[in-house]
């Protein structure tokens, strides 16, 4: 497998922040000062790896139930509304992106919401307006699930990691 061509500071965003984002106002500003670059590269240089498709995105991973209240919500609409409904539901309030999946109920979304009367009536807000069937699919037990890959770059990116 070729590994497509990246500069140091790809390598060291993709190895240094998979997982821990500064937690700042200025977390970019705050990245390029822990990799010895400027906020303009950082931003060019992550934007050029979610351009050619080698990140989908980077940002923080919330945990809904510490912030307030969630459930995991699965809808059953026609496929020939499906792509309406899905960008419609994405301006409800609580609910960031979706995903079409390959069953009866076809969209799936998380619900959130600062708590649980918030959550039923935003809920209740897009039974309203979206009337298709519906199960909610509230969460019973967490589990945490790390997702970080560390990658083999033969050397120079592992530093960014100690620095924190």
């Known amino acids: 497998m070729t590994v497509p061509a990246l500069t140091d500071l790809q390598r060291a965003i993709i190895d240094g ?3 821990h984002l500064p937690s700042s ?3 970019y500003q705050d990245m390029a000062s822990e990799l010895g670059s400027n906020e303009a590269d950082v931003i060019a240089a992550i934007d050029d790896l979610i351009q050619r498709g080698l990140i989908r995105r980077l940002g923080p991973v919330f945990d809904h139930h510490r912030a307030g209240a969630s459930t995991l ?3 059953a609409i026609p496929a020939d509304k499906l792509e309406q409904e ?3 539901l ?3 309030a ?3 992106h979706n995903y079409e999946r390959e069953h009866q109920y076809n ?3 998380v619900l959130t919401a600062s708590h649980d009367q918030a959550l039923q009536q935003r809920l209740e807000a897009i039974c309203e307006r979206h009337p298709w069937p519906v199960l909610v699919l509230p969460m019973e037990q967490a589990y945490h699930i790390n997702l970080g890959f560390p990658l083999n770059w033969n050397g120079g990116a592992d530093d960014v990691c100690a620095k924190r």
């Open 17 to 19: 922040y998979q997982q």
């Open 25 to 27: 106002l200025t977390p």
């Open 73 to 75: 919500v699965a809808m």
């Open 86 to 88: 899905a960008l419609s």
């Open 90 to 92: 994405n301006t409800f």
């Open 94 to 96: 609580g609910i960031n």
């Open 107 to 109: 969209l799936w979304f």
